[in-house]
């Protein structure tokens, strides 16, 4: 069962679809504030602003995985709420980043643990301290370097770190009965990625992380993104891991080919795709190639 939720103000509505009367599809995106989804054995999504929020209702409490904003993490609360009366046993940050942690402080007081890996910690607390808004933060209290397993309900969660990827601290959690991954921002689904040297990104090492959870899972594996061009499509399989991962080789190899070629960084920002992954679309392209070419030049 999928429940999506409607626009309260009648008035409102009423003034929109006229608007698009004739339009069945842009009533129902327009109608649709967020997307709370179920997958499978008790595992969903919540998709409102930000990045992909993965959910457990287990026998025995909740987990949330990453928390989107303080304008959508309570929806996804509610949402939860009325699934039972039951402790929200863990919120999990895949990475520090806003669209993933700024929520966190709609848990407080809620949620039993917060759980991170520890460069995630340091990176949420240092971007908080320089934007001075650490009392808006809820700050990871259970922080891992390698590995974190819980045991919720009858489900079992196990973390994995693979170094850096789109940050030094993206972890991803395996729901391991119902078999599905959140990978949070290592992958970018069909959308050109972030990738925030700043906090330790390094696409050279993203690319084996993308190795070492392609021999991880398996055939059957339900991936969790934290961002797609179709926000339809924020889930998929490994043939989409691999996709992803051939986008950020053929952006390290064009760079580089550009490069050898002799032109200057301004020139190679300017270009419009990336030859060979051209299904990678949307807006950012020159922080991949601002990125990439950075990386190569080792600035
Ligand atoms: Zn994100
Ligand atoms: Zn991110």
């Known amino acids: ?63 949330v995985v990453d928390a989107q904003f303080p304008t959508s993490a309570p929806h996804v609360i509610e949402e939860l709420k009325k699934l039972g009366e039951k402790p929200f046993k863990y919120l999990i940050n895949t990475h520090h980043h806003g669209d993933h942690t700024a929520g966190n402080i709609s848990f407080k007081g809620l949620a039993e643990k917060v759980v991170a890996h520890q460069n995630s910690l340091v990176n949420q607390k240092r971007a908080a301290e320089k934007a001075n808004n650490l009392d808006k933060q809820l700050l990871p209290d259970t922080t891992f370097g390698t590995k974190w397993t819980a045991k919720v309900g009858d489900e079992n969660i196990k973390a994995y770190y693979y170094g850096s990827g ?21 992958v970018f689904n069909r959308k050109f990625p972030y990738i925030d040297r700043e906090n330790g990104a390094h696409i050279g090492n993203w690319i084996t ?54 032109k200057s960084k301004e020139d190679i920002l300017k270009a419009s795709s990336i030859p060979n992954a051209t299904e990678w679309k949307g807006d950012g392209i020159q922080r991949s190639l601002g990125a990439a070419y950075d990386e190569l030049k080792g600035v």
């Open 1 to 63: 069962m999928e429940r999506r939720n409607f626009i309260k103000n009648s008035a409102l509505a009423m003034a929109l679809l006229s608007i698009y009367k004739t339009d069945v599809f842009a009533q129902q995106a327009l109608m649709r504030a967020y997307n709370f989804k179920p997958l499978r054995n008790n595992v969903g999504i919540f998709t409102e602003q930000g990045g992909t929020i993965g959910w457990l209702n287990s026998s025995n409490g909740f987990v």
């Open 209 to 262: 992380a993308l190795d070492k959870i392609l021999a991880q899972f398996d055939k059957d594996t339900l991936f969790i993104w934290g961002h797609s061009l179709d926000p339809e499509k924020v889930t998929g399989n490994k043939a989409d891991v691999k996709a992803f991962q051939n986008y950020l080789q053929n952006l390290l190899t064009f760079v580089s080919g550009e490069i050898k070629a002799g």
């Open 166 to 186: 789109h940050t030094n601290g993206d972890a991803v959690y395996h729901f391991e009965h119902a078999n599905i991954a959140h990978v949070g921002d290592l």
